[in-house]
């Protein structure tokens, strides 16, 4: 049983190994990068089972999702790290002569609490691993108790690979993560709800701890299709995407707006993508991802049965494998209760538009919390990329899904209700450093013109200086 007084030591053991210094050093840093590679290319077939066991994930997608993903994120922070870590030297500006020389250094926060949720239990534990030690901290991860499994080989890997004074994995519910909380961390990154993003920035505020938080979004994100989109080609990514861990994806599409001038042409597509994928049932289809647990499960199919009417493809579940069909709502207003929150499993409202109203689309979108992701598909580029600077969302693509996030050298985070903070590369480095600026001060050459009294020449040069 995890006890207040087991994570206070294991966070006082972490506190007495960072204060002796030895992750303030680049070398040490990346041989611990290297080891956490090992790690998961030794352990690559246990969780691969594992994400079998809690997900229904087929091996590929283990791959490409976690395994593959994690491996290059680490290559790509060993390769850039001493070049991001360098401090930076800045000219201090005449007004400080003669000390002109300042630097800024990148210096790790010290003890770390990492929170990971469960659809992604190793890339969203060790992938905010990799920054955590990149930046010379120590780490605390929450792991999910709803992915059991993968918490279980996630312990055999940290623990086989790092004592427990530099990395430890904490399991349990979420009175486990309070005590996390409580114990008093120098930085904490939590992955999941927007809900519960709340609750971590209210519990952090106790300590003023600073914060991270890759939240879904309270309305989901949205998928714009216009009549001049190429609607085989968008069909084809949707579909992929969405079923896709069962949409147990924060990036995931919740919600596709389409012109109605092209909506029906558009959905027998969908519906023929669905069926070339995955075959013509789901459900007895071994590669086809099932929800984490019988409550998602069972909320699901409780929104599902209230637009039964309206289910145009799928709505079948199976609640012993716990897989429930991809399944297509049409048509869906954009004030409707299923469009008003994140989903987070296979359901797909299709709400129509008028394509030349898609201003007052876009309105109704702003007009809610900000979404994680916006997809946009459509041949008038120009239009797309006005979309994409003028409104807010964490990240997006124009005429793809969801690979706006594999991109090497580039922030993925939310803002407002979709979260705060960025990671992946040198942003991740970033997100778990604070810079530090010193002025390096000169004893020769100092002017009295900041000292009393100010008055004759030194006031006119003060004047001038102000000038």
Known sequence: MITQAYINDILDQQKKFFKTGK???????????????????????????????????????????DIGTIILEINETIEGLRKWAKPET?????????????????????????????????TLSLGVLIPAIAGGNTAVIKASSKSSYSTQVLKKVVTAFFPTKY??????????????????????FYTGSPKVGKHVMEMASKNLTPVALELGGENGNWCIVRKDANLRDAARKI?????LNSGQICININQIAVASEVADRFIEL?????????????L???????????????????ECDLYKDRVIYGGKGDPLSLRFQPTIIY????????????????????????????????????????GLALYIFTENI???QKVMTTMQFGGGCINEVCLHMMVKGVPFGGTGHSGMGAYHGKWGFMEFTHPTTVLVGSSRFNLPLREHPYKGIKLGLIRLFEK
């Not at 969908?270 to 789901?282: M, P, S, T, V």
């Open 270 to 282: 969908l519906k023929d993508e669905f069926k070339r994928q995955i075959g013509d049932d789901a």
């Open 239 to 243: 579909a992929f995407f969405k079923m």
């Open 90 to 122: 800045h000219f201090s500006g005449l007004t400080c002569f003669p000390s002109i020389i300042t630097k800024v250094y990148k210096m790790p926060y010290g003890n770390t609490l990492i929170i990971s949720p469960f659809n992604f239990p190793f």
């Open 331 to 370: 048509p869906v207003k954009a004030d409707e209760p299923i469009v008003n929150h994140e989903l987070f499993n296979p359901l797909l409202p299709i709400v129509p538009f008028e394509d030349n109203e898609v201003d007052k689309l876009l309105n109704t979108i702003e007009s809610r919390h900000h």
């Open 23 to 65: 992750t303030l050093d680049l070398s040490f840093r990346i041989r611990q990068l290297k080891r956490l590679k090992c790690a998961v290319i030794q352990y690559e077939e246990e969780i691969k089972n594992a994400l079998a066991k809690d997900l229904g994930r087929h091996g590929a997608e283990a791959y490409f999702c």
């Open 284 to 302: 007895v289809n071994s590669e086809y991802p099932h929800l984490i647990s019988k409550s998602a499960y069972d909320k699901c199919k409780s």
């Open 167 to 188: 990395v430890a994995v904490i399991d349990g519910g979420h009175d486990v993560a309070d005590m996390c909380l409580e114990a008093g961390f120098d930085k904490i």
């Open 382 to 384: 120009d239009w797309a």
